[in-house]
């Protein structure tokens, strides 16, 4: 069978394009934490291939001999919604059943049919854990998947349970334990009621490390899209993997996401005779954007939390507020994946930072009148100044309606913008994105086609938006603006600009701030407009 990209699951050599899976993390460092009876933490973001090293991890050390090692995924018992008597018996089904798979120890699973009846559910998982080290053959050792997907009262019982049997390890309790999930142990958190009460860093003080799984390097993103080429023959175009490696910076489930779009489900593409070019990669970005893919969708739906809100509105406006956020708020949507740290603080990777607007304001999107056909230029060009024109008509008639009750209020003048362009923009050209914390604007980019046959193989018109908050005097606004706006045309190479101003002052009449003017900086003409 040939080899894919994975975007589902966990690895499967035969099956999968895949890089050695113990190369994910410092394999000698979790060999000589087990080999010293720790209990430790590997945690993170979904989908970046932590279930494909738990399993290699199980298969090493269940091939050296030298100890039972059982994986067990405990998701399953997350629907008991923190109901203890419910989920600990969940969550020790999933055990049983994997210590008797990956161990071969049936008389396990007899012991634990007999016994479960009489013992309580606080007592239930520390009893079977004690009893599975004392009949087998070698020292423990258990891979716990998706631990904090448990809340409330399930999660402190599993975590104090395992506390409880600690020192009765190896004999009588298993010599390791890995907690898995997104998550580290300090961040599991139990809420009752609407409030955070308790961490599980207080029911869990054995945890001896927290090792974190990181995303590829741009060397092993290469490296792993190359083996379609060593397999099939077909080769992509180098100017792909610059732009590949700024769309995912490495994050596995995009990286396979990507390559498995532009090798299958591009169908000119499954002719392995046929070269992937640059224009075929974007077009395959754009669908998996749009295919909001499950991966995305939970991404999307962490947009919801209050903790995520702050940080990821800090970084849409541009503020340097996200410098103040609470550590914790920070750290926590770090190992969700959505942001990283080093060298300054962004949005992890170009497709999320995509996705993220798209996202915040698809149900406007849906809901918007517009159409293409009313900004083309007989020669299929955009009409800019009419496009922009209507705009402000439409921020003013809206914006103060659409953002009462939503989260992002700060956000909002950027997204609405970012909303309306694409509505006119799908299905025809391209818009991107740059906004962090900081840079106190947003920079979008218009790719349009003008000839509708080629699409965006052909000729493309580039047009530049900068989008700034009125902060100050408006003249020194426009100024500064007029200059980072020309420097990103030169950047990528825009033929015509625009420089959007937003008054956020309630006491300014609308009839104020809706205006427009021509500017130009060293002999190039830029469209200024406020809204």
Not at 227 to 238: L, R
Not at 477 to 505: K, M, P, S
């Amino acid at each position: 069978m040939q080899r894919f990209f994975n975007n589902a699951g966990p690895i499967k050599p035969e099956m999968h394009y895949h890089l050695p899976r113990l190369q994910r993390l410092d394999w000698e460092e979790v060999q000589q934490l087990i080999r010293e009876q720790r209990y430790f933490v590997l945690h993170a973001p979904r989908q970046t291939g932590k279930t494909s090293t738990l399993l290699a991890m199980m298969q090493a050390l269940n091939g050296c001999g030298d100890h039972a090692c059982a994986y067990a995924n405990i998701e399953g018992a997350q629907a008991a919604r923190g109901d203890e008597t419910q989920g600990i018996p969940a969550a020790c089904e999933a055990m049983v059943d994997a210590i008797a798979r990956d161990t071969h120890h049936p008389d396990l699973l007899a012991w634990y049919r007999s016994n479960k009846p009489e013992t309580q559910p606080q007592h239930l998982l520390t009893r079977l854990l004690t009893q599975w080290a004392a009949t087998a053959t070698q020292p423990t050792v258990l891979l716990l998947d998706e631990v904090d997907a448990l809340v409330g009262d399930t999660l402190i019982s599993l975590l104090r349970q395992i506390r409880a049997g600690y020192a009765q390890r190896p004999e009588s309790f298993p010599q390791s334990i890995v907690l898995c999930g997104v998550r580290d142990v300090r961040d599991y958190r139990l809420e009752q009621e609407g409030a955070q009460v308790i961490t599980g860093g207080s029911a869990f003080n054995i945890k001896a490390e927290s090792l974190r799984m990181g995303n590829f390097t741009e060397a092993e993103t290469r490296a792993l899209w190359l083996q379609h080429t060593e397999a099939t023959g077909q080769v992509f175009d180098e100017a792909i993997f610059p732009d590949l490696w700024e769309d995912s910076r490495g994050q596995p489930w995009l990286v396979n996401a990507l390559g498995y779009e532009v090798t299958w489900k591009n169908r000119a593409a499954r002719d392995r005779s046929q070269p992937i070019g640059l224009i075929d990669y974007q077009a395959a970005r754009e669908r998996l954007i749009q295919s909001r893919a499950t991966h995305l969708d939970q991404l999307s739906d962490k947009l919801k939390e209050s903790r995520v809100r702050q940080v990821v509105q800090a970084l849409l406006v541009g503020e340097e507020t996200g410098l103040r956020m609470p550590e914790d708020d920070l750290q926590y949507v770090t190992d969700l994946g959505l942001i990283e740290r080093k060298p300054q603080l962004r949005i992890s990777n170009r497709i999320y930072q995509e996705v993220l607007p798209r996202e915040l304001t698809s149900v406007l999107q849906d809901t918007l009148v517009q159409q293409q056909s009313w900004y083309l230029n007989a020669d299929h060009s955009l009409n800019m100044p009419k496009l922009l024109a209507a705009f402000q008509q439409f921020f003013r008639e809206h914006s103060d309606s659409w953002s009462e009750g939503f989260d992002y209020k700060e956000a909002a003048p950027q997204l609405l913008m970012q909303a309306f362009l694409q509505r006119i923009i799908n299905g025809g050209g391209r818009l991107t994105r740059e906004y962090g914390l900081g840079r106190k604007r947003t920079d979008l980019l218009i790719e349009w086609p003008l000839d509708p046959e080629q699409g965006m193989y052909g000729p493309l018109q580039r047009v530049v938006i900068e989008l700034k908050l009125l902060r100050g005097k408006l003249d020194a606004v426009i100024q500064t603006g007029l200059a980072q706006t020309l420097d990103y045309c030169r950047r990528v190479g825009a033929d015509e600009a625009h420089l959007v101003i937003f008054n956020r002052n309630p006491k300014v009449s609308w009839n104020k701030k809706i205006w427009h003017k021509p500017a130009s900086l060293e002999g190039f003409s830029i469209g200024v407009w406020g809204a």
